[in-house]
């Protein structure tokens, strides 16, 4: 009775991927398939290995998934490949630090896929004039209508998912896409340690609606680390890493499509950095600062640290800095109007704490109105972020 009684724990611990009695664990092993077309059938995909097939998407009242340590991959060399949450769709993708989810591209070329881009119906504004709600088209070449009045919409759960080589540039400053991308979705969705590896475009960028990014890493991202337009208004932002390297522009990209609201994005523990040689992405539209602001940007940010924004010397002499004012009605109603605080902001190995991007203005420490909206510290610490296999790629750690 005891011999089948054991038979019996080894079994059931093959098909349940636990252990048995006497502590042996046991290796699970992966199943696989493929992912491709609309998903109109809630489903979850056990652990496993899938192929992603073109644009796989969620459909409204969907929900889709993916058990821990899942890896899914797309191929540039059969198409445009991308997965895409809906409106009314759900993606829970809830991995750990040991086995993150990853979503990553078979070639390792960075702009081979189109990332993750999710849809909702929270509020965007993109017109000073126009009443709420606000709609707008997408951008990522599918050119969907985002925007709505629903604040608290939810597309589900992404913990310890990480999304490599994306950012696919369909048409420069026209159909382009991200690590993650972002369109209104709303503060029911949660954003937990996510990472944006080497992407063609930026980590991670929110066109409008108010959810919360916790513990990101943005990696090596060619344009911005971190973007985002259409009155994007999350207020429980934390813990925000970037590390650019070979190419990138910005750390931080910050712009309200020239709407000057009366709310704004709040961020704290923020590390943004810049590797020795790492050049601006095209020598046409110079960007090597880490935080800028443009067109009504503003926001609340704190405990940050910036290193590493050097002046470019070649191919022809530009200054970089810590923080860029691109344009003077930013600079007026932004900075001076109180609706842009920097505080505990720690600078180091950068050449300029502050860039105009008009001769029309100079911006300096006392141009922050009231003078408590800029402070320098020494001592910031900046984003706390645990090591582990999520920040782990090809043996490297992505936390420097």
Known sequence: MKKIAFSIAIIAAVFTGCS??????????????????????SKTYPYGNYTLKGFAKVASGVTITFEAGSTITA???????AFVILNGGKLIAIGTATEPIVFTEKSKVAGSWGGIIMYGDAPIVNSATNPAPQTATSEDGLALPYGGSNATHNG???????????????????????GFSFYSVGSGTTLENLVSYKGNDD???????TVSLKNAISYGNADDAFDWQDGWRGQENTNWYAYQEV???????????????????????????????????????IQLDAIQFKKEGNGEYSNIIIDGYKNQTTPTAKNGGAIQILDLTTYNNQVVGGKIKLTNVTITNTDNTFISGASTFTVAASS?????????????????????????????????
Not at 75 to 81: F, L, Q, R, S
Not at 156 to 178: C, D, M, S
Not at 254 to 271: D, L, Q, R
Not at 375 to 389: I, K, Q, R, Y
């Open 368 to 400: 922050f109105l009231p003078t408590t909206n800029w402070a320098t510290s020494t001592t910031a610490t900046g984003a706390a972020l645990t090591n582990g296999p999520w920040a782990i790629v090809n043996g490297a750690s992505l936390i420097k």
């Open 203 to 209: 980590g991670f960028e929110f066109y409008g609606g």
């Open 156 to 178: 589900g759960t992404l913990k310890y998912v990480r999304v490599e080589y994306a950012g696919q540039v369909i048409t420069q400053n026209n159909k382009e896409q991200n």
């Open 247 to 285: 190419v990138g522009n910005y750390g931080m990209e910050i712009e309200a499509k020239s709407v000057n609201n009366s709310f704004w994005p709040k961020v704290t523990n923020i590390t943004l950095k810049r590797a020795p040689g790492t050049a601006t992405e095209a020598q046409s539209e």
């Open 20 to 41: 048995i009695n006497d502590g042996t664990e046991v290796v699970k092993n992966p199943v696989t398939g493929e992912i491709t077309g609309d998903l109109t059938v």
């Open 75 to 81: 191929d540039k060399t059969d198409g445009d490949d």
